[in-house]
């Protein structure tokens, strides 16, 4: 289809007819509901006498009295068929499962596996919580991880069997994701660490993260213990 021309006005139009898309009353004319520029950054910006009055883009509406379209807001989408819409109500919010962070948006995203959308009207999809995943599209919740398995961490795609930190690591539950011991601390507990203890006085590590104390050399002092 061929482009429609756009017409561009005086500001100060009092009596235009025959326009479609202009409405003039009272001795000023203005874009008719549905009509009005899309873009800020206006074609005729370098003359600013003028204004046209294109029919609204899918994603935008405008009411009587406006020169612009407005775009539907974050969260809110409008189908692509529908265009020189003439009030907000012609937006829809985001189903569950989907959002839209911007603004003037024909669609909704689904949410990526990893994260859900709750509610309705969506603008950013939120990371499932630990312990709980998701490994679908457009997901509204995530599901709890089984009796006896963890997520490593937010957002999971799957739970998995918790993994015991080795020794000369440790965390507070005792699993993974874990800490390295600091230099001059160890972590011995076979069954998960949870935490580090003191080399006992006259020995040492090097460097954190060691399994074993070992005696100080000649020239160091121990200060724990």
Not at 2 to 8: D, E, F, I, N, P
Not at 165 to 186: D, I
Not at 192 to 218: E, H, I, L, M, R
């Amino acid at each position: 289809d061929a482009k429609a021309a756009v017409v561009y006005i005086l500001v100060d139009s009092d009596a235009i007819t025959g326009l479609r898309g202009i409405a003039c009353a009272e001795g000023s004319c203005h874009c008719a509901p549905g009509y009005g520029q899309t873009l800020h950054e206006q074609e005729n910006s370098k003359f600013p006498a003028y204004f046209a009055c294109p029919k609204c883009l899918s994603g935008y509406w405008s009411q009587e009295g406006s020169q612009e379209c407005t775009g539907c807001g974050p969260g809110k989408f409008m189908h692509s068929a529908v265009s020189g819409a003439t009030s907000e109500d012609s937006c829809s919010d985001c189903v569950a499962g989907t959002y839209q962070f911007l603004s003037a948006s024909v669609s909704c995203s689904p949410c990526n596996p990893g994260s859900y959308a709750p509610s309705l009207g969506t603008s950013a999809p939120t990371l499932c919580p630990k312990n709980t995943y998701s490994d679908i599209y457009g997901a509204s919740m995530c599901k709890e991880c089984e009796d006896g398995q963890v997520t490593l961490t937010i957002g999971a795609l799957e739970c998995v069997d918790p993994l015991k930190c080795p020794n000369g690591q440790w965390s507070e539950s005792g699993h993974a994701p874990c800490n390295s011991c600091p230099a001059g601390q160890v972590s011995t507990d076979n069954e998960a660490s949870k935490g580090c203890k003191d080399c006992p006085s006259g020995t040492t590590t090097s460097s954190a993260g060691q399994v074993f104390c070992k005696p100080c050399k000649t020239t160091q002092v121990s200060l724990k213990g």
